[in-house]
Antibody, heavy 120, light 106 residues
Framework: QVQLQESGPGLVKPSETLYLTCTVSGGSISTYYWSWIRQPPGKGLEWIGYIYYSGSTNYNPSLESRVTISVDTSKRQFSLKLNSVTAADTAVYYC??????????????WGQGALVTVSS | DIQMTQSPSSLSGSVGDRVTITCRASQTINSYLNWYQQKPGKAPRLLIYAASTLQSGVPSRFIGSGSGTDFTLTISCLQPEDFATYFCQQSYGSPYTFGQGTNLEI
């Protein structure tokens, strides 16, 4: 059974950088895309971006100038870095596996989520 | 960006009811539509992908349909564990946008 687990600081100061790591267990990190998705408290879901195990990335244009997603296949981890955070970046951050069936892509496994609060 | 609009935003039902949630895309997305269920404090769970394909392990009372711009998720016979928030998501084009959610409550 594939499991994903987010880790990182739960509190980040405004203008600083948010770092989160997702550790994959129970399955291979190879041959898949891996996403970060966030959800502000009481609100909907926003796709942040994904990375392929080889390192290629695709980001949401609304965040692209501040986001970097990286992967370390030897550790079965992928990471999120979000620069210059504000209170609007306060959210639960989820990592998820992207599965495909032909040309159809969907998120089939999710981490439990990590609440990150931006506050001084 | 492709906008995804769900209706209604909230919905009341009783055990045994048949309920339908609608998701409309701002442009055609063929069948590139996924449905997720989310319970409070939990991660979303994939229910349906490619508009109508049931994810493994999901009960058959969840039925997805539609193509183009208009899609529906029907729960044929509500069970107590179905009370949750439901989100649609398009995978036609980046950025992969979600609907705002439909809260299904008793």
């Amino acid at each position: 059974q594939v499991q994903l687990q987010e880790s990182g600081p739960g509190l980040v100061k405004p203008s600083e950088t948010l770092y989160l790591t997702c550790t994959v267990s129970g399955g291979s990190i190879s041959t898949y895309y891996w996403s970060w998705i966030r959800q502000p408290p009481g609100k909907g879901l926003e796709w942040i971006g994904y990375i392929y195990y080889s390192g290629s990335t695709n980001y949401n244009p609304s965040l692209e100038s501040r986001v970097t997603i990286s992967v370390d296949t030897s550790k079965r981890q992928f990471s999120l870095k979000l620069n210059s955070v504000t209170a609007a970046d306060t959210a639960v951050y989820y990592c998820a596996r992207v599965q495909n069936s032909g040309t159809y892509y969907f998120h089939d496994y999710w981490g439990q989520g990590a609440l990150v609060t931006v506050s001084s | 960006d492709i906008q995804m609009t769900q209706s209604p935003s909230s919905l009341s039902g009783s055990v045994g009811d048949r309920v339908t949630i609608t998701c409309r895309a701002s442009q055609t997305i063929n069948s590139y539509l996924n449905w997720y269920q989310q319970k409070p404090g939990k991660a979303p769970r994939l229910l349906i992908y490619a508009a109508s394909t049931l994810q493994s392990g999901v009960p058959s009372r969840f039925i997805g349909s539609g193509s183009g711009t208009d899609f529906t998720l029907t729960i044929s016979c509500l069970q107590p564990e179905d009370f949750a928030t439901y989100f649609c998501q398009q995978s036609y084009g980046s950025p992969y946008t979600f609907g705002q959610g439909t809260n299904l409550e008793i």
